[in-house]
Antibody, heavy 123, light 108 residues
Framework: QVQLVQSGAEVRKPGASVKISCKAS????????IHWVRQAPGQGLQWMGV????????GYAKNFQGRVTLASDTSTSSLYMELSSLRPEDTAIYYC????????????????WGQGILVTVSS | EILMTQSPATLSVSPGERATLFCRAS??????LAWYQQKPGQAPRLLIY???IRATGIPARFSGSGSGTEFTLTISTLQSEDFAVYYC??????????FGQGTKLEIK
């Protein structure tokens, strides 16, 4: 079945960077967009960015432009999200989620989601 | 950017009753609207896409309706496992993809 499995929890100090991973399986990896969404404690969902694993193209939310980098490794069907210049308010659960299929208009709902990774930023 | 507003913030309903959740877009999202359910400690789960199409494995008691700027999620007969937080999301105009702030469905 289609599955996204994320790496383990991370703790960083303010100013540092974190790189988290998401491994896809059960479908043609390069055919679907992958999105990254975060959720601060007790808060709602915030979209961060999208990656096209097939072509490498990316799109980012304005709030994160310049601080977030999305990448993929087609040889291992893995996705990566790196967030730099971390602040305590970046403490959140970070999710990867599969989006739409290339060439299929208006298909960017998110399904499935990875299990989420807690990133804690604290001095 | 399309802003999504959900109402109410909290909805208290008894098991076996009907629950109706609302989502409004600041500009037309056509039918490019999804609903997600999130339980504590879990990732969100897709319920509805295309405003009214149930995702695979979603029970028929969940239904979505609406288009343009007004959308509704209805749970016809609430089961104990349905008490959770529900989010709407538009994928009509992006970036960015935007979510509503969520509706917490709690047991009355």
């Amino acid at each position: 079945q289609v599955q996204l499995v994320q790496s383990g929890a991370e703790v960083r100090k303010p100013g540092a960077s974190v790189k988290i991973s998401c491994k896809a399986s059960g479908y043609n990896f390069t055919n679907y967009y992958i999105h990254w969404v975060r959720q601060a404690p007790g808060q709602g969902l915030q979209w961060m960015g999208v990656l096209n694993p097939g072509g490498g193209g990316t799109g980012y939310a304005k709030n994160f432009q310049g601080r977030v980098t999305l990448a993929s490794d087609t040889s291992t069907s893995s996705l990566y999200m790196e967030l730099s210049s971390l602040r305590p308010e970046d403490t959140a659960i970070y999710y990867c989620a599969r989006g739409g299929e290339h060439g299929v208009a208006d298909s960017n709902w998110f399904d499935p989601w990875g299990q989420g990774i807690l990133v804690t930023v604290s001095s | 950017e399309i802003l999504m507003t959900q109402s109410p913030a909290t909805l208290s309903v008894s098991p076996g009753e009907r629950a109706t959740l609302f989502c409004r877009a600041s500009q037309s999202a056509s039918s490019n609207l999804a609903w997600y359910q999130q339980k504590p400690g879990q990732a969100p789960r897709l319920l509805i896409y295309g405003a009214s199409i149930r995702a695979t494995g979603i029970p028929a008691r969940f239904s979505g309706s609406g288009s343009g700027t007004e959308f509704t999620l209805t749970i016809s007969t609430l089961q104990s496992e349905d008490f959770a937080v529900y989010y709407c999301q538009q994928y009509s105009s992006w970036p960015p993809f935007t979510f509503g702030q969520g509706t917490k469905l709690e047991i009355k």
